[in-house]
């Protein structure tokens, strides 16, 4: 799985690992945030966190074009800088809520750009660390891989947030629990309350700060593994470096091909970050948070799922080994992680409380821990030559999508609308319905993010290659925006009505996937 792999993958893996770990901590507690700090119901944070999302997610279509020009790694150094100052703008407190919001207004544009600086343009390097001839086989896996990297950040992320704030309430009196109306809860609470809130939320956008610092370094230290990969057409020109020409034509299908993948994907980005808006209202109105008991509390230890997602790289690990004493410290490894996986349960209380946060951290412990069975299964296959084409496997993750909002449908019947449900909670679901929808959008993912990530590296016209790679994050972006509907629709429409529409986009769009799979494969191989 990682045998064979490039040093440069590892050190911008992880350059990112850092950068997204800041990023999802910030934005574990960002809707939360907004409806605490300002008073906003869900459509109004619905709306800012779904524009935010689209901003940072669009600004690497401008980051691409600009690195295209003056190169990738500049961008990137630039980029994080960018958005240094943007956690700085949000973490300062200003005098007033009014000066405040509009520093948060300043310091998300800054983020956003930061971030199309930066993100698009760190995936260019990775991809052009395989146009080598010796790694191109090795593509798809490295980007499993690089994938696995950022979402080990995010793993870790709402746990980080809820560490930070907790204490702060706690510290004036109140305990943190899960907000259903915070226009009129947090209005009749105190100022002493109000103040822990914001100062433990701010807490996470310093912490956010620190690890792009960390991300930095990273990127600075292990230079010299990746900078060969750091040349663009232009630079390549005038270093006399070699690089594919395409004529018109191809060049014409190959970005005719990108475009209909972009056109796709918004309809799997729109229901995909439902996690951060009608997921998370979902897990704050119908689930049962308090008084979680059993085996599922394992669920909510992010030690606990942290040490079961290594144990899954060991255990892979022992199969592969080519000698016994590799199997054996691999097998060994793998047991002590297990235990203590089993150890950090054990000193969980009987009964748990969970938070409507703490499910921001099952979407990357799902991807941290499958990477290795998608990379293993897709090798395999490959060695058959019956590994399914990028196309095929971004209609495959569509269609499971739309399996994956079929289990909340299935879930929601019976429940009260929203709209008819008002500031109250019934909050009586088992938090394992939650639990197997991420379980089924991540699986989903795997098969269409990492992949389409993939394949706009491999197919992108080299002088286009960071205009590709940011019009894959644009796609993203408008995705994110459209994810506001939900939202908007929460207290007009039922349930079942709401997540029907997200299935309906879903399984149409991996319909058209398929068909267009052949003019798609025809085009990756000009």
């Known amino acids: 799985m990682f045998k064979g792999q490039p040093k440069g993958l590892f050190a911008l893996a992880l350059a990112n690992t850092g950068e997204r770990f800041g990023y999802y901590t910030m934005l574990a507690i960002f809707t939360l945030y907004m409806r605490a700090k300002f008073g906003w119901d869900e459509n109004m944070a619905g709306q800012v966190y779904a524009i935010f999302l689209a901003g940072v997610y669009f600004m690497p279509l401008i980051g691409g074009m600009i690195a295209d020009r003056i190169g990738y790694g500049k961008c990137v150094t630039i980029g994080a800088f960018v958005m240094i100052f943007g956690y700085l703008a949000l973490a300062v407190p200003m005098a007033t809520r009014v000066v405040d919001k509009w520093t948060m207004f300043i310091g998300l544009g800054l983020i956003a750009i930061g971030t199309g600086l930066f993100k698009g343009n760190l995936q260019v390097l990775v991809g052009n660390l395989y146009d080598e001839p010796k790694y191109s086989s ?102 006399d470096i070699h690089i594919q020409e395409l004529t018109p034509e191809q060049t014409k299908a190959r970005i005719v091909a990108l475009l209909l993948v972009f056109a796709v994907v918004i309809f799997f980005w729109m229901a995909f970050h439902q996690n951060g808006s009608a997921l998370t209202f979902f897990a704050d109105k119908y689930t049962k948070l308090n008084g979680i008991t059993g085996i599922n509390r394992i669920w909510f230890n992010i ?93 495959m993750g569509m269609m499971l999508a739309g399996v994956g909002f079929a289990v909340i449908t299935v879930a929601s019947a019976g429940l009260t609308s929203p709209k008819d449900l008002g ?70 429409i039922s349930l079942m009505a709401n997540w029907g529409i997200l299935i309906a986009l879903c399984v149409t769009a991996g319909l058209i996937m398929f068909l267009l799979r052949k003019k798609l494969e025809a085009a990756t191989q000009d």
């Open 138 to 239: 090795k593509r798809d896996a490295a980007f499993s891989l690089f994938y696995m990297a950022i979402n080990l950040g995010a793993m870790f992320a709402p746990a980080m947030a809820k560490a930070l704030y907790n204490p702060h309430i706690e510290k004036a009196g109140y305990y943190f629990v899960p907000i259903d109306n915070a226009t009129v809860e947090f209005g009749a609470q105190s100022g002493a309350y109000l103040q822990s809130l914001a100062e433990g939320y701010r807490l996470c956008f310093y912490v956010a700060c620190v690890s792009l610092v960390i991300s930095l370094l990273i990127y600075f230290f292990c230079r010299p593994w990746f900078k060969h990969a750091d040349v663009n057409t232009k630079q390549a020109k005038a270093k």
């Open 303 to 395: 030690w606990s799922l942290a040490l079961i997602a290594v144990s899954v790289y060991t255990l892979f690990g022992m199969f592969q080994s080519e000698t016994k004493k590799s199997r054996l410290i691999t097998a060994i490894a793998t047991l002590a992680l297990w235990a203590g996986a089993i150890a950090f349960y054990m000193k969980m209380p009987a009964s748990f409380n969970a938070t409507t946060s703490d499910f921001q951290q099952f979407n990357p412990f799902f991807v941290v821990a499958l990477t290795p069975i998608s990379v293993v299964s897709f090798g395999a296959l490959a060695k058959k030559g019956k590994e399914p084409s990028a196309p095929v496997k971004i209609g």
């Open 423 to 492: 500031d109250s909670a019934q909050s009586i679901l088992n938090p394992n319905w939650l639990i197997g929808t991420y379980f089924t959008l991540t699986v989903a993912e795997l098969l269409l993010s990492p992949m389409g990530i993939s394949f706009v590296s491999k197919v992108a016209p080299p002088k286009y290659k960071g205009l590709m790679m940011g019009g894959w994050f644009a796609a993203s972006a408008i995705g994110n925006y459209l994810s506001r509907i939900p939202s908007a629709l929460w207290n007009k």
